[in-house]
């Protein structure tokens, strides 16, 4: 534990693309995987209760005391692309748009959705997330996790892992994901791709709330419709609890208008529940992850 500096207190709000969040007892950002390997020893050695996160773009965290470390992975971003094969490795802390715009750079097709996802590749493998019919476990070759119940590192091939829509294994196991391959389309046109990438950007733009805070969709789309449409036909586009917004852009989008607590976020995530459930019948499932709930 030499090397290591742990932070008391800090806030998380700044640490979520909602601008919302409690505090945490212990804060820490591993600027390598042997220093985050070295933060969660330590966190088992003390018994600790532990959280990772990622950019924090699909968190909702309750805006109270949060015992043991929380670890942010956003320094962990080595990357490698291998520009004649398609490769690319890149550790839990590299985000989406990063990757996207250096493989379109390099002429290597396949991840020009990647660019309106900001989030990092440790949640995106953990959420499997994606656009469209498209997600992050279609060019994935491996994941490098550690185990946290042995403190051992593995290698598991796509194969060998569950991915479904917005669900990994992940989900329903203690690993911490370090780092992940996959593979891409190379020595295709840059221009093409560039082209591509930016217009699938402004796509996003244009059709959802980036301007505002957020974390994204909300729930996940019910099989054969969209969460989005049913909170319309609800009638809740718009509504309000608090500083708390289902946008007026996109429905399945919650915004925080400035102030907005956690419990508001909380109170209208259940409001839209109960509302398309009593009239449509259909229970919307939450995609975005909770802390502290
Ligand atoms: C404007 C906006 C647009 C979005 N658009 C999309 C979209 O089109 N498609 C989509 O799928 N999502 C979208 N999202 C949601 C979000 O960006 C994705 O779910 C993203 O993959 C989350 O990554 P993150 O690093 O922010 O994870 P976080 O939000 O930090 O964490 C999410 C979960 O992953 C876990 N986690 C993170 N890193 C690790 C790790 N290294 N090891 C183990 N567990 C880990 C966390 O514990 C948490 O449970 C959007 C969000 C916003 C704000």
Known sequence: MENIKLKNNINLLKYTTIKIGGCTEFFAEPKNISELI??????????????????????LIKNTFHQGLTICTRKLKKLKINKLSGLVEAECGVMLPVIANLIAQNGIEGGE????IPG????????????????????????????????????LKKENLIFKYRFSSFQANEFVILGAKFMFRPNKSIKKITYETKRNLKKKTSSQPYHLPSFGSVFKNPSNNYAGKLIEEVGLKGFTIGGAAVSKMHSNFIIN????????????????????????????H??????GY
């Open 113 to 116: 959705w990647l660019i309106g």
């Open 286 to 291: 939450p995609e975005v992850r909770m802390i």
């Open 257 to 284: 208008n400035g102030d907005a607590t956690s419990e508001e976020i909380y109170q209208l995530i259940t409001v839209i529940q109960q509302k398309v459930l009593q009239k449509k019948g259909i229970f919307l």
């Open 120 to 155: 990092t590749i440790g949640g995106a493998v953990f959420m499997n997330a994606g656009s469209g019919n498209i997600w992050i476990s279609k060019n994935l070759l491996s994941v490098q996790f550690l185990d946290l119940k042995t403190l051992s590192i593995y290698e």
């Open 38 to 59: 070295e933060y969660l020893k330590w966190v088992k050695l003390n018994n600790l209760k532990y959280r990772i996160i990622g950019a924090g773009s699909n968190l």
